[in-house]
């Protein structure tokens, strides 16, 4: 069994992406993140990503705005953003106020400067097959993929979950890459049956343990997205410690995709700048 960590991948992209960096000469590349509300998920996420973005030598602008905020002002401040040109990136972290509609918003963002592959626009592009931003965790999975030279093409891959930022774009990503895709959902009736096909698995429904080492088909690749708290423990969508004695290759939680995801957002920043 190998254990597909994420580090390792992050260290090499990240490595790739200072040598391009270092091309740039003196010009500063520059991030954004919109911050509306007291989510302290979103606070933690938005100090992390500040500290990750000024480690690597990029500028970082935190556009803070409080829960009592309007919509129309909070769409203001990311048309400031997207006029910035200093700014070359932007992320509007979720979740926000509920008064804020995020649909909205969202498709208000420069889809030349969606880092995180939000806008409808760039959600079109990446199921068209034809480029655009993804979602930075979407391609953090096809980065492990292809950094422990594991095929796509011609694999059945099971993607449990279906939301725009991860289920939905890496089953068009793994189906650009020729794999026979299977999405499944919460309505999905006998997921086993489903994902004991997957040459390759995909969890990213959020529901620690969710998929345990009887649903897993001999010598598959189990990418574990989930991020979930069980008896004060981070843990995956998979029972990790039973389906590892059956898989050929498994991410780690913590460890695993999570680590890969703020290195794709680098890159993306950097793809902004030249886009
Ligand atoms: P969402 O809640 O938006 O989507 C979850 C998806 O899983 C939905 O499509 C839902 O189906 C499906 N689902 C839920 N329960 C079941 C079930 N019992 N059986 C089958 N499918 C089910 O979550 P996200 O996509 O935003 O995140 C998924 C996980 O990934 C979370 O644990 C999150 O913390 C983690 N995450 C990890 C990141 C990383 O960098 N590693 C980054 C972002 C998130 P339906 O559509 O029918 O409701």
Avoid: W
């Avoid at 990750?52 to 990029?58: C, D």
Wanted: aromatic share 4%; glycine share 10%.
């Amino acid at each position: 069994m190998i254990e597909l960590r994420g580090k390792a991948v992050a260290d090499a992209h990240k490595e790739a992406l200072q040598d391009k960096i270092a091309a740039v000469g003196d010009a500063v590349i520059t991030m954004a993140v919109l911050l509306v509300g007291s989510d302290h998920g979103a606070h933690m996420y938005a100090t992390f990503m500040e500290k990750t973005a000024k480690n690597f030598g990029y500028g970082f602008v935190l556009r803070e705005l409080p829960e009592t905020v309007s919509h129309d002002e909070v769409v203001t401040a990311l048309r400031e953003l997207n006029d910035d040109d200093t700014v070359h990136g932007i992320l509007p972290l979720m979740p926000m106020p509920k008064h804020i509609d995020t649909e909205v918003l969202i498709d208000a963002l420069d889809p030349k400067k969606d880092i995180d592959g939000l806008t409808t626009y760039n959600i079109g592009l990446v199921t068209a097959g034809k480029g655009g931003f993804a979602p930075c965790t979407a391609k953090a999975c096809m980065a492990i993929l292809d950094h422990y030279g594991i095929p796509v093409e011609g694999k059945h891959v099971v993607v449990v979950g279906r939301s725009q930022v991860i289920g939905k774009p890496v089953a068009f990503m793994t189906l650009a890459a020729h794999g026979t895709v299977t999405i499944c959902h919460s309505r999905t009736p006998d997921l086993a049956n489903y994902v004991k096909q997957g040459d390759i698995v995909i969890a990213a429904a959020g529901r620690p343990h969710m998929i345990t080492a009887d649903m897993i088909k001999p010598g598959a690749v189990v990418i574990d997205v989930g991020i979930n708290e069980l008896n004060g423990k981070t843990v995956g969508d998979v029972d990790y410690d039973a389906v590892k004695e059956i898989a050929s290759a498994i991410t780690p939680v913590p460890g695993g995709v999570g680590s890969v995801t703020t290195t794709m957002m680098l890159e993306a920043v950097y793809e902004a700048y030249h886009a």
